[in-house]
């Protein structure tokens, strides 16, 4: 048996599976380790390449093992996946991880672990993007309630309160439904309240991120976006290009091409959904904004209003910028409005 060269680690909450090769690319560890003896084993070996697929907790094991010494590189699963010879098991896993991670293909694929302040700040936005949920939640759940009862009021979050106040002068109401009414208005103010702190505390982290302040004066991109991007990406030179960055986030076509005929899709939808949403959102607002001849005043995207549905037109906007976030981030520069119009 050769020297151990590499190690694959398939994740769980308390037992962790490892299979590792040796030079000659043979099984030479099959090993299952509990959760706290992980670090003991690994400090006991020498300096070694080892991969996980990428989840939230393993950006934590591979903050650990780099501080032992090792090498750790972070495989996204569906690329793991095609490596699984057949069946379901915590072994397969952690050997499909183990072949993965030498192919030259993966190897390009590869997720650079995350700081501790990179998840601190994901941690914020998903924390946020709840709180947004469960606003809305509630707001429904009122209106449904309402309306149930005959008080109505008209769309948009800032009408809850009206309706709330609707039902407080109803005369008719029973007793037991003004008291449910009470309790959901009270979730309702409570959640507008925290998104309220949440959001603060994320406008304080935008002003003090350089990479943040740079992306949001992309006429599309906001100091949510922005901050998205910022946590999220990390190094943006791993992409070889702007598409590469697009094609990422999934805001490419699928593309169906066989025998020379080229049939281009929808878009993958691939990668992160934040990353994705805030730019389409963004672009969405942007061409409202343009067909009421306000705000961006590119001779490109009046073309392809004129042209292409508000959705694609978005979608294709959302594309661009996505391309001009990624040149932002990699070279340092700052956005130019004059030549963007131009």
Not at 6 to 23: N, P
Not at 143 to 171: I, M, N, P, T, W
Not at 202 to 217: F, P, T, Y
Not at 313 to 337: D, F, P, Q
């Amino acid at each position: 048996m050769g020297k151990l060269t590499r190690i694959g680690i398939d994740t769980s909450k308390s037992v962790l599976q490892l299979h590792g090769v040796d030079d000659d690319e043979q099984p030479a560890l099959r090993r299952k380790l509990r959760r706290q003896d992980l670090p003991k084993f690994f400090g006991s070996l020498p300096r070694l390449r080892i991969g996980m697929e990428a989840c939230g907790a393993s950006h934590h094991w591979a903050r650990e093992l780099q501080a032992l010494g090792h090498e750790v590189v972070l495989i996204p699963p569906q690329y793991t996946k095609p490596y699984v010879d057949r069946g379901k098991n915590d072994a397969a896993d952690a050997e499909a991880i183990c072949e993965a991670m030498s192919r030259p293909k993966v190897q390009r694929r590869f997720v650079p672990p995350k700081t501790l302040d990179q998840q601190a700040l994901q941690m914020l936005l998903g924390v946020r993007n709840g709180l947004v949920k469960r606003r809305t939640q509630v707001g429904n759940a009122i209106r449904g309630h309402a309306a149930e009862f005959g008080l109505v009021s008209a769309k948009g979050l800032y009408r809850v309160e009206d309706l709330l106040a609707k039902v407080e002068q109803s005369q008719g109401m029973p007793e037991l439904a003004r008291a449910l009414f009470k309790v959901l208005a009270g979730q309702y103010r409570h959640a507008e309240a925290q998104l309220g702190e949440i959001e603060a505390t994320l406008m304080a982290q935008h002003r003090g991120n350089e990479v943040s302040q740079r992306l949001a004066a992309i006429p599309s991109v906001g100091p949510i976006g922005a901050m998205a991007m910022a946590a999220k990406i990390g190094d943006a030179s791993r992409f070889r290009s702007g598409r590469d960055f697009a094609a990422f986030i999934g805001l490419t076509p699928k593309d169906h091409t066989t025998a020379g005929r080229k049939r281009p899709g929808s878009i993958t939808r691939a990668g992160d959904e934040m990353l994705r949403t805030y730019p389409i959102c963004g672009a969405t607002a942007v061409i409202r904004q343009l067909k009421h001849g306000r705000g961006h005043n590119s001779p490109w995207l009046k073309d392809l209003v004129a042209h292409k549905p508000e959705k694609v037109a978005a979608v294709a906007l959302a594309n661009k910028t996505a391309r001009i976030a990624w040149k932002l981030m990699i070279s340092g520069e700052r956005y130019c409005t004059e030549y963007a119009e131009a």
